[in-house]
């Protein structure tokens, strides 16, 4: 079992930064890969950006070339730093772990732990 746990979400004004950090716990070395999703009301939730166990990244195109993703290990903590924020990535936040051999990082359904989500809100 992996808890996660996510904070540092507020409200942003458009062309703001925000950090953002998901604290781990449990059977960590199970997981394969974590990932930061997003969901807006009214619309499906959709992946921000993956890390996997050996480093490599994926970021959806809407945040490509702001947003990093990144672990700190000592900490057991995923983090995600957004720049240029803009009103359309207003949304709650959640933090995911998948265990699988085989994780499709921009499927919800592959990944195993959610965290309860933070809310961002970006004001134009």
């Known amino acids: 079992q992996v808890q996660l746990v996510e904070s540092g979400g507020g409200l942003v004004q458009a062309g703001g930064s925000l950090r953002l950090s998901c604290a781990a716990s449990?059977?960590?070395?199970?997981?394969?890969?974590w990932g930061w999703f997003r969901q807006a009301p009214g619309k499906q939730r959709e992946l921000v950006a993956a890390?996997?166990?050996?480093?490599?990244?994926n970021y959806a195109d809407s945040v490509r070339g702001r947003s990093t993703i990144s672990r700190e290990y000592a900490k057991n903590t995923v983090n995600l730093r957004m720049d240029y924020l803009k009103p359309e990535d207003t949304a709650v936040y959640y933090c995911?772990?998948?265990?699988?051999?085989?994780?499709?990082?921009?499927?919800?359904?592959?990944?195993?732990?959610w965290g309860q989500g933070t809310q961002v809100t970006v004001s134009s």
């Open positions: 995911a772990a998948g265990a699988g051999r085989e994780v499709v990082v921009f499927h919800p359904g592959d990944y195993d732990y």
């Open positions: 449990g059977s960590i070395s199970s997981i394969n890969v």
């Open positions: 890390i996997t166990s050996g480093g490599g990244t």
